[in-house]
């Protein structure tokens, strides 16, 4: 048999109380049951684990080497069990609410995704969509408006006091209609005739904007005379159909497009790096079941987007 599988809650239960107390004897008062009963205990998971966990001394009891590494195991394990079945018993895990903020950067492609997903395996959860600039969903995740953040954020100066993961990294595309006047254009030619034409660009002050400005910084281009800018990408990309106009767009927002022979990247000879796409979430909120789903499936539709 698995050693693994004789391992009960009992024995994790005397050996967190011992560590925690520092004696058999005040481990077994706190659990209301005899020294040896405790001592039997754990000796039966120092041998199921084949080792000690203990070693006595004046004061009572100290962590062996092996008993501390077993603690960083034991101890998370207990809580979440422990939530667990919290969670079960308010029935939390039939239905429930996930209040997200999602940057443009991420509205077209990751996110309608990761909601299919969503709704997919838990039917019951309702989800909400606040949408806008970084520092307002920010300030909505320090209020708890929102469940957390999605989008481009790594290098917003508004993360103070808040958690970032870093999920995968974004490049920005110069993109325009097909039959462009620049389509064909040649990319040591390119950067000097962007000033011909308008150019949809990121509303300034925002992290996507700077990547924006440095790359056009890199190619030597001079902004155009007729700029849109924003952050919406159904105007933009209406925009940029319509007006021959050139977008300088984060690729998940026209990943599809240029699939789909909407929209054609121009050849840019610069580093297109656009920053990194993460999820930002508040350490002082309760982390709910719809949220740890959420950040499940971000987690896994990230490392498929990365491999």
């Known amino acids: 048999m698995n050693p693994d599988n004789r391992i009960k809650l009992r024995h994790l239960h005397c050996f ?46 100290v962590l062996t080497e092996a008993g501390t590494a077993f603690l960083h195991v034991a101890g998370p394990s207990l809580q979440a069990l422990r939530r667990g079945i919290e969670n079960l018993r308010s029935d939390e895990f039939k239905a429930g609410e996930l209040r997200l903020g999602v940057l ?27 949408n806008g600039p970084a520092v307002y969903l920010l300030g909505l995740l ?27 990294g974004d490049e920005l595309r110069f993109v325009v209609a097909p039959g462009h006047p620049l389509q064909n254009c040649s990319s040591d030619l390119l950067p000097g005739r962007l000033a011909d034409f308008p150019m949809v660009l990121p509303l300034p002050g925002t992290t996507i904007r700077q990547h924006a400005d440095s790359l056009l910084l890199q190619t030597g281009a001079r902004l155009p005379i007729r700029c849109l800018e924003t952050l919406s990408n159904t105007l933009a990309r209406r925009y940029a159909l319509t007006a021959q106009a050139v977008w300088i767009a984060p690729h998940d927002a026209v990943r599809e497009d240029l699939a789909g022979g909407l929209l054609r990247a121009l050849a840019i000879p610069a580093n297109l790096a656009g920053g990194s796409i993460g999820v930002c979430t508040n350490p002082m909120m309760h982390q709910s079941v719809a949220l740890q789903w959420c950040l499940e499936e971000l987690r896994t539709l990230a490392t498929h987007n990365m491999s």
């Open 104 to 130: 443009s950067s991420v509205e077209t492609w990751l996110m309608p995704e990761i909601i299919s997903r969503l709704h997919l395996h838990h039917q019951g959860l309702r989800i909400s969509v606040q």
């Open 142 to 168: 320090r209020s708890g408006e929102v469940d957390l953040v999605v989008g481009r954020l790594s290098d917003s100066p508004h993360l103070a006091g808040l958690q970032f993961e870093h999920l995968y």
């Open 16 to 61: 967190l109380e011992v560590a925690r107390q520092g004696s058999v004897q005040r481990a077994a008062d706190a659990l209301a049951i005899s020294q040896p009963a405790v001592s039997k205990t754990l000796r039966e998971l120092e041998e199921l684990l084949c080792n000690r966990l203990f070693e006595r001394n004046r004061q009572g009891v």
